[in-house]
């Protein structure tokens, strides 16, 4: 069978895979421990699913615009104005099948045969392959654990081409955890500025913040940079509202237009009672965000403990996400070995480094409760020790 030449390039979802795989054997009744996909563990808070149940009962069951309810985009204008200080209209704003599908319809509106698509390395795995989707080219930065993996303005600089349209910026990002200072996202800005490109900014982790870390948002460093930046973001990661598919894109209105024209002909809108919960969301206490960033504080810093005095491995603080990357380089193991004797001697899942495109690490997400960090440790450092 012939499939589209597009697709011969395109490499499958790993976290996705380890995750389904991890959730499989639990269901067999074998005792995983997963720190595989980044999914919060927390049921979504009550008060955002009785809005969603209310809106069910109230017959919101039928299509709607395809760049989303008003009322949604209203409230996302507002939280990009309090928190992130911009003044985007409804019309920069469009809801999206959650963060990723934002990211999606950006690329399928702005790359073409040609275009280059700058990404940092390490990168979370489905930008290089969004990009070659669109028949793009995605020219990765490699950055390294001495600069915390975040790439410099001058590397930035370096990798620009005539032929570069879009930079991927992440921060907090997945996998390293790595949170850009207000005054490296400024030195950025000032790159991409000159060099008259777009960046989409990744911000899907911006509440999650530990030590003080600062979350700013590019496009509030100028009105120029603000002309060249699509923010994506979505409620999965801060509501833990992972399988209800709700996020958004804001920007320029000429690109929200033609995302919005794609998104029409592919999914028409998104869930419409689902957007009636991210609506709740957004309009309620913001209590449960604070609680789960608590337990997240608690986790990070037993996970950081424990690895820190195993054998063989290493990694950097993160300041922001719920992952921690570790270099496994002196284990002499590539990533997707490790990873897979890891998985089948001691039933802890994890995603290899490779994916992200650095085969010396692996990611674990603390996105699961204690207990399983506590044990899960206790295997992965018996591995280490058999190593
Ligand atoms: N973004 C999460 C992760 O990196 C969820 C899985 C995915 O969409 O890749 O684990």
Not at 157 to 178: E, M
Not at 304 to 317: A, G, Q, Y
Request: contains cysteine; proline residues 5%; hydrophobic residues 40%.
């Amino acid at each position: 069978m012939k499939l589209a030449t597009r697709l011969s390039d395109v490499i499958p979802s790993v976290t996705l895979a380890i995750a389904a795989k991890a959730k499989a054997m639990k269901a067999e009744g074998v005792d995983v421990c997963s720190f595989s996909a980044g999914e919060p563990d927390f049921d979504t808070p009550d008060h955002i699913k009785e809005a969603a149940k209310l809106a069910l009962d109230q017959g919101k069951t039928k299509y709607g615009p395809s760049s989303g309810e008003p009322k949604l985009k209203e409230a996302i204008a507002k939280k990009l104005k309090t928190d992130n200080n911009l003044d985007y209209k409804t019309e920069n704003i469009m809801v999206t099948n959650g963060g990723k599908h934002s990211l999606y319809n950006l690329m399928m509106a702005l790359i073409e045969t040609g275009d280059e698509v700058i990404i940092p390395a390490p990168y979370w795995l489905s930008y290089p392959e969004m990009v070659r989707l669109a028949e793009g080219t995605p020219v990765i930065v490699a950055t390294t654990a001495e600069n915390d993996y975040k790439i410099t303005p001058e590397q930035l600089k370096q990798a620009i081409t005539p032929k570069t349209k879009l930079f991927v910026l992440n921060s907090p990002s997945n996998p390293t955890g790595s949170v850009y200072s207000p005054a490296e996202i400024k030195a950025l800005a000032e790159v991409i500025v000159e060099a008259d490109i777009f960046v989409v900014s990744d911000e899907i982790y911006e509440k999650i913040l530990y030590d003080g870390a600062e979350h700013l948002s590019i496009a509030a460093c100028g009105p120029e940079i603000f002309a060249k930046t699509l923010i994506s973001n979505g409620f999965a990661k801060s509501y833990s509202m992972t399988g209800w598919r709700v996020g958004y894109m804001a920007g320029p209105v000429p690109i929200i237009k033609a995302m919005t024209n794609i998104q029409g002909h592919a999914t028409s809108n998104v869930c419409t009672f689902a957007q009636y919960g991210a609506i709740a969301a957004l309009e309620s206490s913001q209590d449960c965000v604070a609680t789960m960033l608590q337990a997240f504080t608690e986790r990070r810093k037993v996970i950081i403990d424990r690895i820190k005095s195993m054998p063989k491995v290493s990694c950097s603080i993160p300041s922001g996400a719920f992952y921690v990357f570790i270099d496994i380089s002196q284990t002499g193991l590539k990533s997707l070995e490790f990873c897979e004797k890891l998985l089948e001697s001691y039933q802890v899942a994890v995603i290899p480094g490779i994916a992200f495109g650095d085969d010396n690490c692996i990611r674990l997400s603390y996105a699961t409760d204690l207990n399983t960090i506590n044990k899960g440790m206790d295997r992965l450092e018996q591995f280490l020790m058999s190593l």
